[in-house]
């Protein structure tokens, strides 16, 4: 389910623009598309096509510098509120030879309860096929990151529960964690505990971050 966005996207400017940050000390960005809505999050493909997620529910795909009209088939149901939605895309070590896709994102589960999905997909160069939920809790916040870390485990940060960090300190509580799952979703026999803790959403990204070999997530 798609819903209107309470806020619009902003305008980009003209041109390349010229930025500076604590990593780097000048880059320049150039836009490629300044239809999208709300990008939340890409991963380059083998060719250099770009999968873009919109927090509003749509997976686009960029192929060439050039944003494909059609929003990517096969995506699963998404809840858009708050600043709930689509959020992560990432392509498995083995995408070559696989092809999957993995995406987290705000799932409803009753009308007015949602959860956060972790879901798998096969790309066929169009669309998304044998989609399907690998994870998915109830008990934390949708807002998420995924990465693959360097052991081949597939990691998942959740929000913490607004207005209340005590879950995150919770060892039961998937909420404000990086969860350590095997590719297919299951629970690795070698984990000391379903979760590793992290006591706010900004270090959950740091962790994903730092598996990921960058040195910051946005």
């Known amino acids: 389910m798609r819903v209107c966005v309470p806020w619009p996207t902003p305008p980009l400017p003209d041109g390349p623009i010229l930025l500076q940050s604590a990593e780097v000390r000048d880059f320049r960005v150039t836009v490629l598309s300044r239809t999208l809505e709300q990008p939340w999050s890409l991963a380059f493909l083998p060719g250099g096509e770009m999968l873009v997620t919109e927090r509003t529910g749509a997976l686009r795909v ?22 709930s939605g689509l959020f992560d895309v990432a392509l498995h070590p083995q995408f070559a030879t696989n092809k999957f896709v993995y995406l ?48 081949g485990k597939l990691y998942v940060s959740t929000f913490g529960n607004a207005g209340d960090g005590s879950a995150a300190q919770n060892p039961m509580s998937h909420a404000g964690k990086v969860l350590r799952l095997n590719e297919d979703g299951t629970t690795p026999s070698d984990n000391r505990s379903p979760v590793a803790r992290a006591t706010s959403p900004r270090s959950t990204r740091s962790v994903i971050a730092a598996l990921s070999g960058s040195s910051s997530i946005p």
């Open 104 to 151: 987290t994102y705000n799932k409803p589960i009753a009308e007015r309860q949602n959860g956060l999905g972790v879901a798998r997909g096969t790309w066929d160069g169009k669309a998304l096929t044998n989609v399907k939920d690998i994870f998915v809790t109830t008990d934390a916040s949708s807002v998420s990151r995924l990465v693959f870390g360097r052991d």
């Open 62 to 83: 960029i192929r060439n510098g050039v944003l494909d009209p059609q929003p990517v088939a096969g995506v699963p149901e998404v809840r858009v509120q708050g600043l």
